[in-house]
């Protein structure tokens, strides 16, 4: 090729230019014009491309930071989220769990840190736990067609767990909503993420689990505008609660307890929730006998069993029941036969 011919044409044709320029004064401002814009776009692209390096960089270093700072106790994580309605919800999250998530924590330390940037979908939570080896990371979406979401993913609490994929919880249209009570509902939902036990009262001394149960009836009370599927996991633990503690031996709770389980029956659905509804049965069944064990009352006692058999028929209807009532069934066959076995061994083969 020869470059040689090819620089003097280039160097014609920028002659030209010049001189069409220097002939007309409009033709050069507006090659200045576009000069200077096209510089302008460079010097904005490139500042925009520092600030989004230094922003990677800060999060590579406050993830490491995270992940050295094994002294606090449970480290959760609040992503910040695009401007808009993510930052509008994650600074609600934000407010909640500074302000409520000590509730249920049980005196237990904890570090809450805000971490820039925003989350799209489930692996990105996922690396960044990995990332950071938080606890609870706590953000918000804002998905076609809805006001906005917060979702919670916690880290397994043991190696033998698998990790449990997050939890979504829808938020309420009206500002009005995003009131205290839905505040500590929020918090009661983080914390319950990191120690799943919350829903397993019989695991708590009574002077632990009371603090709890009489939240949880404060929060539902005020009637917040929660998501649904978290108002219904409150309603069970506070009913499940308050039965424990009436075990526990608190004579207060024995009436509360009987009160609580059957407004918690009232409100379920059975077609809509079966296991719930189960569940609820049980739980009034056994307050009710707590009851009529500590004064007798034989109606009382009468209720307790219905309430108790409606809930092991619909058990007996379960698949699930059908098939251990086999293995149970099995089980004792094999014992059956094992004994007679033995016996047939130890008579020398009579009987």
Do not use: C
């Amino acid at each position: 090729m020869d470059f040689t011919g090819l620089l003097k044409q280039l160097g014609s044709l920028w002659d030209q230019a010049e001189a069409a320029m220097i002939a007309s004064p409009e033709l050069a401002g507006v090659g200045l014009a576009l000069a200077l814009g096209a510089g302008m776009a460079l010097l904005v692209l490139l500042i925009s491309s520092l600030v989004r390096l230094g922003m990677v960089g800060r999060r590579l270093a406050l993830a490491a930071a995270v992940k050295r700072d094994n002294e606090v106790g449970a480290r959760v994580l609040i992503v910040r989220g695009f401007p808009g309605r993510q930052k509008s919800v994650a600074n609600f999250i934000r407010r909640s769990v500074d302000a409520y998530l000590k509730d249920y924590m049980f005196g237990g330390p904890f570090r809450v840190v805000h971490y820039p940037g925003a989350l799209e979908g489930d692996e990105d939570a996922e690396r960044l736990l990995k990332r950071t080896d938080a606890d609870l990371i706590l953000w918000a979406e804002s998905p076609r067609g809805a006001k906005g979401v917060a979702r919670i993913l916690s880290r397994p609490s043991n190696t033998f767990e698998t990790q449990r994929p997050p939890i979504t919880l829808g938020m309420p249209k009206e500002r009005k909503d995003w009131n205290e009570a839905l505040s500590r509902a929020m918090a009661y939902a983080a914390a319950k993420q990191f120690r799943p036990a919350l829903g397993r009262p019989q695991d708590f001394r009574a002077e632990r689990l009371q603090p709890v149960v009489e939240s949880l009836l404060s929060i539902l009370s005020q009637k917040p505008n929660a998501d649904p599927k978290l108002l219904a996991e409150m309603v069970d633990d506070a009913s499940s609660g308050a039965l424990q503690l009436a075990f526990a031996g608190d004579d207060s709770w024995i009436d509360r307890s009987v009160e609580i389980a059957r407004s918690t029956l009232a409100e379920i659905n059975r077609s809509a929730a079966p296991d719930r509804w189960i569940a609820a049965n049980i739980t009034l069944g056994r307050a009710l006998r707590l009851k009529a064990e500590k004064q007798f009352d034989p109606v009382m006692l009468r209720e307790s069993m219905a309430h108790l058999t409606e809930a092991l028929e619909a058990l007996r209807s379960e698949p699930r029941f059908k098939l251990a009532e086999s293995a149970a069934q099995a089980i004792g066959e094999a014992q059956k036969l094992l004994g007679t076995r033995r016996k047939f061994s130890i008579s020398g083969g009579g009987l």
